[in-house]
Each structure stands twice: as C-alpha cells, then as structure tokens.
Antibody, heavy 118, light 111 residues
Framework: QVQLVESGGGVVQPGTSLRLSCAAS????????MHWVRQAPGKGLEWVAV????????HYLDSVKGRFTISRDNSNNMLYLQMNNLREEDTAVYYC???????????WGQGTKVTVSS | QSALTQPPSASGSPGQSVTISCTGA?????????VSWYQQHPGKAPKLMIY???KRPSGVPDRFSGSKSGNTASLTVSGLQAEDEADYYC???????????FGGGTKLTVL
C-alpha cells in the first residue's frame, strides 16, 4: 500500500534552516509528481513546491522562492524540502503528497510540524 | 498566485444537498479542466474527493460530485451525512509555468 512518511520538522529560530524528508513506499516513485503542501495554524492549505514526474519541472510558492528547494532521490524513494532563511510565517504543518492528476493528490503523509519562533 | 474564492461556510441538514462554489479566473479554473476538491477533518491530512473537475477517486462515495461553468467550479454533496462535516478546499491548475492555487476553504456544517 502507498505510504508517505514525513520527518525533519521542529522548532527553530528565524533565519535558520531545516530539511524535511518524505519517505515513499508502495508505488513506483519515479513515475509520479510529488508535492509539498503546508497549513499554518488555523489557516488554509497552500502549495509550497511541486516536482513533476518528468524529473525536471519544479514550481514554488512566490514567498519561498530563493529560500526553499524541492528535490527528489528516485533511487531511494525520497522527497526533500530544504528550507533556508526561515521566517515566522513559514510556521505550519508540512505535508508531502503524491499526485494522481494536476494538483490532485491522492495520497498524503501525516504531516510534520515546523515552528519558526524567536 | 491569487487564491480562488470560496464561501467561508455552508450548511445543510442530513439528507439534503449542498453546493460549494469556487471562483477563479480564465487563467486557472476557466482555462483548464484540472479542478480538484479536498475534504479535511480537524487534525487530519486532506483527502482528495474530486479531481479533473468531475472525477471521483476510488472509494469516494458518489454523493460527491463536481462541475464547472466558466470560471466557477462547484462541489455538490448529496444526501448529507454527519461525517461530511469538514473543511473543503478547491484547487486548480494555473498553467505549466506556475504553481497551482487553492481556495480559502469552506467549512461545511451538517445541522
């Protein structure tokens, strides 16, 4: 069965870095687009970064461009989100998800919480 | 990356039908047949309910249906049940050179 397990969240100070990981299993990882979605406390969902199955195209939320980098290791079925220069507004639960169609994510991880606070 | 517009709340009694709208622009909802709807219960990950405007993933009851007219997509929940009470989010493809966008979410209350 498809499983996505995020890790790497935590409490950090503004300006620091974190790397989120998402371990995927139960499907042919390289064949699917993979996404990071976040949800700030009490707020709605927000696409953060997407990495399409072509292995080339990536897109980012405007507010994270230049600070966040999405990457994938198809050999080890891993998705990553490198987050640098974190801001308090990046505080959220971060989910990784696997696509079925464009922005139609059929499988989601349980989420990992990131808190940026001084 | 402008958010899609959803009503903040909707409600209906058990057994009734309720429709939630999602308004975008010709650059997203109106331009592509890639609108999805997610259901989210408190503290849980989102669940895909409708994709490509009107397709249901395996396991989603046929009480849930989607449609689109112009720049507005809609999610209809028929035969409302208590477990349908949740937040619902729409999202749309917005072109191959930019990120997709979510709506602000609609809290569905089953009275």
């Amino acid at each position: 069965q498809v499983q996505l397990v995020e890790s790497g969240g935590g409490v950090v100070q503004p300006g620091t870095s974190l790397r989120l990981s998402c371990a995927a299993s139960g499907f042919n990882f390289r064949n699917y687009g993979m996404h990071w979605v976040r949800q700030a406390p009490g707020k709605g969902l927000e696409w953060v970064a997407v990495f399409w199955s072509d292995g080339i195209k990536k897109h980012y939320l405007d507010s994270v461009k230049g600070r966040f980098t999405i990457s994938r290791d198809n050999s080890n079925n891993m998705l990553y989100l490198q987050m640098n220069n974190l801001r308090e507004e990046d505080t959220a639960v971060y989910y990784c998800a696997r696509d079925l169609s464009y922005y139609a994510d059929e499988f989601w991880g349980q989420g990992t919480k990131v808190t940026v606070s001084s | 990356q402008s958010a899609l517009t959803q009503p903040p709340s909707a409600s209906g009694s058990p057994g009734q039908s309720v429709t939630i709208s999602c308004t975008g622009a010709s650059s997203d909802v109106g331009g592509y047949n890639y609108v999805s709807w997610y259901q989210q219960h408190p503290g849980k990950a989102p669940k895909l309910m409708i994709y490509d405007v009107n397709k249901r993933p395996s396991g989603v009851p046929d009480r849930f249906s989607g449609s689109k007219s112009g720049n507005t997509a809609s999610l209809t929940v028929s035969g409302l049940q208590a477990e349908d009470e949740a937040d619902y989010y729409c999202t749309s493809f917005a072109g191959s050179n930019t990120l997709g966008v979510f709506g602000g979410g609609t809290k569905l209350t089953v009275l």
